[in-house]
């Protein structure tokens, strides 16, 4: 068992519907309810979430991005995803484009510190004493594949927590999908290639691969997690919360897809990348 549970912590009750009383929370609510759910000093740590299933927050994101770095300290590393997912016009600009991940990551995004990672579609923010090391390089390996931000927080034994949000925004299921070698395809209509302007002025073309397909199917790995007791539930609020080691999500990903190859496709009508997935399967006489 890999995930740590409650850290004896004795504050008010973690009860779904504990705070829903009409008022917003502070963040010592926030910071004794990631505390109850294991997160603790010196952690790495990304965060999927939506502040909407969090409810209203004295302070709004900001807040809520300060009690989870008084929390993991300054010895912890805070990595929010700030993907923009498609080719941003004229280009994108790792220290002005807007991330479409939502407002938490947009918040660590915009902080004094931050540090941005130059991945033109799946470019990541983190906050923290290593943050030069999560982020440099991105735009050199595969979006969300092996050696990419995400799976160096996995390597170096990080979290994933997810907030307010199921697995299908799990990112790191895609990094487990790199390490089982599936088969994977762009949508015929997809852009090949985005432009990205460095740091220095100079802008580039950066060729896009297919590390970041279709996730609507990924809550199939919850279970394989459960069964190992690999995540510790919580709540803030009505906000429910799962903690779980990056490594524990790339290894369930990896049996789950030896087991099933086609188990985490969609069957969306519509979903292009599952459809072709699914041919390039039966080529491989998968499935």
Not at 67 to 82: D, K, S
Not at 158 to 182: C, F, Q, S
Request: glycine share 12%.
């Amino acid at each position: 068992m890999s995930a740590r549970g409650p850290h004896g912590w004795t504050g008010a009750s973690c009860d779904t519907g504990t705070y829903r009383t009409g008022r917003r929370l502070e963040t010592s609510e926030i910071r004794d309810g990631l505390r109850w759910v294991g997160v603790s000093a010196g952690d790495w740590l990304v965060v999927h979430s939506s502040l909407h299933a969090l409810g209203p927050t004295a302070g709004g994101p900001v807040a809520v991005v300060e009690a989870i770095l008084e929390v993991i300290e300054e010895r912890g590393n805070l990595l929010t995803p700030t993907f923009n997912y498609a080719p941003m016009a004229p280009f994108f600009d790792p220290d002005l484009t807007v991330g479409r991940t939502g407002a938490l990551a947009e918040a660590v995004r915009a902080m004094p510190g931050a540090k941005r990672s130059d991945h033109p579609t799946h470019s990541v923010a983190v906050i923290g004493p290593d943050a030069g090391r999560l982020t440099e390089g991105h735009r050199l390996v595969r979006a969300v594949g092996i050696d990419s931000p995400i799976d160096r927080l996995a390597q170096a034994g990080g979290w994933v927590l997810l907030m307010g949000v199921d697995h299908t925004a799990n990112t790191t299921i895609h990094v487990g999908e790199e390490y089982a070698h599936v088969p994977k395809a762009m949508g015929s209509g997809a852009a090949k290639t985005a432009r990205v302007r460095l740091r220095s002025g100079q802008i580039v073309e950066h060729t896009l691969d297919d590390s970041p397909t279709c996730s609507l199917a990924f809550n199939a790995v919850e279970h394989g997690l459960r069964r190992h007791g690999e995540i510790v539930d919580g709540v803030i609020g009505e906000c429910h919360l799962q903690l779980m080691r990056g490594l524990d999500v790339v290894r369930r990903t990896v049996d789950l897809l030896r087991e099933s190859p086609e188990v985490l496709l969609c069957t969306r009508g519509d979903c292009v990348t599952c459809q072709e997935r699914r041919r390039l399967y039966g080529a491989k006489g998968g499935g």
